[in-house]
């Protein structure tokens, strides 16, 4: 029976939300700030999703061939479907040389340009070198002087402040060309500084006029699938890119962040959705418990159980759909505030990655508006299916503790882990966690009430005689209050010891393993060592790895953060820690040092092996020569310097640490340390995230108070009209509030606790730590806002002042 048009429905819904203002305020501020934060997080997934790797070196080529950035794994996990997984390449993958020459011979092709590049050293801001013929590519114009001609000539991009006659990098300019700073030199002289003369970086193709790229494109594929080209690294099949594509060719660290940032917005989009639902379940819930006179009321006095639902779901309806369309309006500037703070901080995202944000995709917080508004309604069914008859049946401490053991389970699970798998199954644990405390809420409030019972009586006067009986009394108000104390201390908990747990002991892990004394950059060990008093030295050369594993069942690609060191300069710069083996045997290739944890996730020791994909993507099994411990600071695993160089971009290490013999104890070389990749990108996304979600969790622990204050006025006055005091009031509010306040802190520090030891144990085999500041700012941020909810709601003229 359809009840949405009944008159009586609308007659009482509208009647009620006339009636309850203030209650339904608190829960329209909770929609509003859910799902501005839902829209702006679906704003940026949506741009992430339509980014690309810009396109400027190559803007005037049709078609550029190039090696396949990614790498792939196919298999088939017991009882599922065949997978297949793929990973982004941060290295080069170089083609052979000879594709120029196929590609020169399809039809409706005016040239064909390849494109080496090297690394330039010592040269201020010129980084990067090519060959002036590829400046046609783009296309980049002199705007100064000539072309090169012989090897110690060269052409300068803009920006380099140079002029026409400079000596630059050892060689005479002898033009100026506009487009980025790059130094320019002859083909021949591209072909010997980038030390592969029979491979390059891409090919360009330039059209003949009137031929479509599509055309183009087609027959360029067939010529290649034709001549059956493989790229220089793993043998796979040469890529022939066009449109946005090209940039993938130049833009070597587009992809992968593209990639990786699209993974955290969905792990942060996840939680967002979970701390929303406990959010507005509580407050919708708690709204509607307070109501439960007033609904056995119009039971009683004629009206359906179906109707006093129908009524409900059109209050919130009404409610949480203009709510949720305020707070898609503000998704706008918090995705805008969100995207500045991604692209003021160099590094964080690379340049070349363009994020678009057409006008169509704004379009998309309408949507997230109305899942948030569906969320509201899908609560509202759920807590009114009964009306008149609120209860607190078996069923729901079966689940409650059901949950608790899960997440027990799943912090225990943390503990057998490593990395980020450890990271899953605490998060998993604390969401469990927290879930279970939500439901067992009336029960703690029960359980905490009775602890403080006796003291109270004893020790609060009047004030507090009146805080046990009411907490006895009202332990379902009491623990919807409680629930979103708890979940705003846990998850900052969480959040914030997670992140200073690991950062402190990888700190401490790269203090421990720099040895050196000193450290030079733009140089390479051999010329260190011929300093004097110079005992050893090492080059430090930094490149990723991508490994091919399973995890929990599923199959997984990740790329790793490496070094490459000599084995023979390791003494006295840098100490790993070795557990097991010998790191002299790095001194021969084919062979790596592995991470402990690493080798106990692989079950490998030395004298096993260990297949890894390099940063071009060229497969390398590797026989394990040690085993170390600061992993953390290191990574997980250390290969020879002349086994990572021929497959990196830049074959220069990006620093060396050497050794005089006599390290003093305040020696003030930076301790060695690498960051996974997307370190940093995490960081700001995490810190903006964080604090929004903190924001919305401490929103409604104000909106909870608010609207159980707003429902206590009634039992205020009668207080008061019975020979309460204002004062005996104000003193039975503040016991509560510190009730709910050490209740809520307490319940929360053990929620976090677990999953935070499981995880600091499985990643450092020590406690969780929180710098002091932190965990004071935590404590400090609940008790103000738990004291604003409960005091604000009455005011001195409520409470008879």
């Not at 790059?182 to 031929?211: C, F, K, M, Q």
């Not at 009146?466 to 919807?480: E, F, V």
Request: aromatic share 2%; proline share 5%; net charge positive.
């Amino acid at each position: 029976m359809r009840t949405s048009g009944d008159p009586a429905v609308r007659l009482l819904a509208a009647r009620s939300l006339r009636t309850h203002r203030k209650a339904w305020a608190a829960v329209f501020a909770a929609v509003a700030v859910t799902s501005a934060l839902l829209g702006a997080l679906a704003l940026a997934a949506g741009s992430a999703a339509l980014g690309h790797a810009r396109v400027e070196r190559y803007a005037a080529a049709a078609v550029v061939v190039a090696g396949d950035q990614e790498v792939r794994w196919t298999t088939k996990p017991w009882g599922s479907e065949t997978t297949t997984t793929t990973a982004g390449l941060t290295e080069r993958v170089r083609i052979p040389a000879a594709t120029a020459d196929v590609l020169r011979a399809v039809p409706g092709v005016r040239a064909v340009v390849p494109d080496r590049t090297f690394a330039v050293r010592d040269a201020g801001p010129l980084h990067t070198g090519r060959s002036w013929e590829a400046a046609r590519l783009a296309p980049y114009r002199l705007t100064d002087g000539r072309e090169p001609r012989a090897a110690g000539e060269a052409v300068l991009g803009s920006g380099t402040g140079a002029r026409v006659g400079d000596a630059v990098a050892g060689r005479k300019v002898v033009g100026l060309a506009d487009g980025p700073a790059a130094l320019y030199v002859t083909a021949a002289e591209a072909r010997r500084l980038t030390g592969r003369p029979g491979s390059v970086d891409a090919v360009g193709v330039l059209a003949d006029p009137g031929v479509p790229a599509d055309v183009l494109h087609a027959r360029v594929r067939a010529a290649l699938d034709g001549a059956g080209l493989r790229d220089t690294a793993s043998g796979q099949p040469l890529r022939a890119l066009t449109g946005d594509g090209r940039g993938g060719a130049e833009q070597l660290a587009a992809a992968p962040a593209r990639t990786e940032l699209l993974q955290l917005l969905a792990a942060v989009s996840g939680t967002v959705v979970l701390v929303a639902v406990l959010v507005l379940a509580s407050l919708i819930a708690q709204a509607l418990q307070q109501r439960t006179g007033e609904r056995e009321l119009l039971l009683t006095v004629g009206a359906t159980a179906r109707q006093v639902r129908a009524a409900a779901g059109r209050e919130v309806t009404r409610v949480a759909g203009l709510a949720a369309v305020c707070g898609a309006a503000l998704a706008v500037p918090a995705f805008t505030v969100l995207w500045s703070a991604l692209r003021e901080r160099t590094g964080v995202v690379p340049e070349g990655l363009e994020l678009p944000s057409p006008a169509w995709l704004f379009a998309g917080v309408l949507v997230t508006a109305g899942m948030v508004a569906g969320i509201a309604r899908l609560v509202v069914l759920l807590a009114a299916r009964q009306p008149g008859k609120p209860g607190r049946g078996g069923v729901r401490k079966a689940v409650g503790i059901a949950l608790l053991v899960l997440g027990a389970g799943s912090a225990a699970t943390a503990t057998t882990q490593g990395g980020d798998a450890a990271g899953a199954a605490a998060g998993a644990a604390t969401v469990t966690l927290v879930t279970g405390c939500a439901v067992l809420g009336p029960w703690i409030a029960e359980a905490a009430a009775k602890v403080l019972d006796l003291p109270f009586r004893r020790l609060g006067g009047a004030a507090g005689r009146l805080t046990a009986a009411g907490a006895r009394a009202h332990s379902r108000r009491l623990g919807a209050a409680l629930v979103p104390v708890v979940l705003v201390t846990a998850f900052a908990l969480v959040q914030l010891s997670a992140g200073a747990t690991t950062g402190r002991a990888a700190e401490e892990q790269a203090r421990a393993a720099t040895t050196a004394d000193l450290a030079f950059s733009g140089t390479t060990a051999e010329r260190v060592r011929l300093r004097p008093g110079i005992v050893s030295a090492t080059d430090v050369l930094r490149s990723t790895v991508v490994l091919a594993r399973t995890q929990a069942g599923d199959p997984r690609l990740d790329r790793l953060p490496v070094l490459g060191v000599d084995a023979a300069g390791l003494a006295g710069t840098l100490d790993p820690g070795v557990v097991a083996g010998d790191l002299a045997g790095l001194a021969r290739t084919g062979t790596v040092a592995v991470g402990a944890d690493m080798a106990d996730s692989l079950d490998v020791r030395p004298g096993s092996t260990v297949d890894l994909r390099l940063g071009d993507g060229t497969p390398k099994r590797l026989r394990v020569v040690a085993v170390y411990e600061r992993s953390l600071a290191l990574g997980e695993f250390l290969l020879p310097k002349a086994e990572l160089a021929p497959h990196v971009g830049d074959p220069y290490p990006a620093r060396v640490l050497a050794s005089t013999g006599k390290r003093a104890a305040d020696a003030s070389v930076a301790p060695e340390r690498i960051s996974p990749p997307g370190a940093e990108l995490n960081g700001i996304v995490s810190a903006v995230i964080v604090s929004a979600i903190g924001g919305l969790t401490l929103l409604s622990v104000l909106s909870t108070l608010t609207l159980i204050g707003a429902g206590r006025r009634g039992e205020l006055h009668l207080l008061g009209q019975v020979g309460a005091s204002a004062g005996q009031l104000r003193r039975m509010l503040g016991l509560e509030a510190g009730l709910l306040t050490a209740t809520g802190l307490l319940v929360g520090l053990a929620v976090a606790a677990l999953p935070l030891t499981a995880f600091a144990w499985a990643l450092t085999g020590g406690p969780p730590y929180l710098p002091p500041g932190q965990a004071a700012l935590i404590a400090g941020t609940v008790v103000a806002t738990v004291l604003a909810g409960v005091f604000l709601p009455a005011s001195a003229r409520r409470l008879g002042a």
